[in-house]
C-alpha cells in the first residue's frame, strides 16, 4: 500500500532563517506530488505541484521554492522565513494522469517568529 | 472557471440532525468530485466522492448528492455525532487530464455538532 510520510510535525524558526520541509512517499512510482499551506482557519492554497523530477509548477509567487530530486521526494524551501510564512504545510500526492485519489500527509505546523 | 464556490463558512447542528453543506462550479469538465474531511491538526482525509454519471451516493452515513445541470454537488451527514465535528471541503478535477490533474478545493466548512 502507499504511504505519503511528512516530516516534521512542528516547527518553530525564527524569521530570516531557511527552511526546509521534506516529503517522501512509498509503495507508488511517477506520483504527482503537491505543497499545500493553510492559514489558521482557512482554506487549501495550493503552493507548487510536480509531475516528475525536476518538473515544478508554481502557483502563488512566493518566497518559498520547491525542488523534486528524486522520484519520490519533494522538498518545501526558503532562504529565509517571513512572519507570513507561518501556517500548516501539507504535502500530497495522486498518481500520474489521473484526477483523483489524493492523499495529504498529516502536515507540519510552521511558526516563524 | 477554476473556482469551486462552497457554502457555508460554518455550521452548528445538533446531534442526531442532518448537516447539508453545498458546492457550486463553473468549469463542465470536471468529472471527479471529492469530499475530504481535516480534523485539527491533521492532513485532509478522503471522506467520498462521485461522478457526474450518478445523482447520489451512499457511504455510511455520508450522501453525496448531484445535480449535473445545476453544476452543484452536496454534502449530507445523516444522524450527525459529535465526532463528526471537522472541517469539510468539496473539490472538483479533470480526472484523466495528464498533466493537469489538480483538485480544485472550496473554501472549507467547519461544522460542529453538538450534543
Known amino acids: 500500500s502507499q504511504t505519503i510520510h511528512q516530516w516534521p510535525a512542528t516547527l518553530v524558526q525564527p524569521v530570516g532563517s531557511p527552511l526546509s520541509l521534506e516529503c517522501t512517499v512509498e509503495?507508488?512510482?511517477?506520483?504527482?506530488l503537491y505543497w499545500y499551506r493553510q492559514a489558521a482557519g482557512r482554506g487549501l492554497q495550493l503552493l507548487f505541484y510536480s509531475v516528475g523530477i525536476g518538473q515544478i509548477s508554481s502557483e502563488v509567487p512566493q518566497n518559498l521554492s520547491a525542488s523534486r530530486p528524486q522520484d519520490r521526494q519533494f522538498i518545501l524551501s526558503s532562504k529565509k522565513l517571513l512572519l507570513s510564512d507561518s501556517g500548516f504545510y501539507l504535502c500530497a500526492w495522486s498518481r500520474r494522469g489521473v484526477g483523483y485519489g489524493y492523499t495529504f500527509g498529516s502536515g507540519t505546523r510552521l511558526t516563524v517568529v | 472557471q477554476q473556482q469551486v464556490k462552497q457554502s457555508p463558512q460554518s455550521l452548528i447542528v445538533q446531534k442526531g440532525g442532518i448537516p447539508i453543506i453545498n458546492c457550486a462550479y463553473e468549469n463542465t469538465a470536471f468529472d471527479y468530485f471529492p469530499w475530504y474531511q481535516q480534523f485539527p491538526g491533521k492532513g485532509p482525509a478522503l471522506l467520498i466522492a462521485i461522478r457526474p454519471d450518478v445523482s447520489e451516493k451512499k457511504e455510511g452515513r455520508f450522501t453525496i448528492s448531484f445535480n449535473k445541470s445545476a453544476k452543484q454537488f452536496s454534502l449530507h451527514i445523516m444522524d450527525s455525532q459529535p465526532g463528526d465535528s471537522a472541517t469539510y471541503f468539496c473539490a472538483a478535477s479533470i480526472g484523466r487530464n495528464f498533466g493537469n490533474e489538480k483538485l480544485t478545493f472550496g473554501t472549507g466548512t467547519r461544522l460542529t455538532i453538538i450534543p
Open positions: 509503495g507508488t512510482s511517477n506520483p504527482n
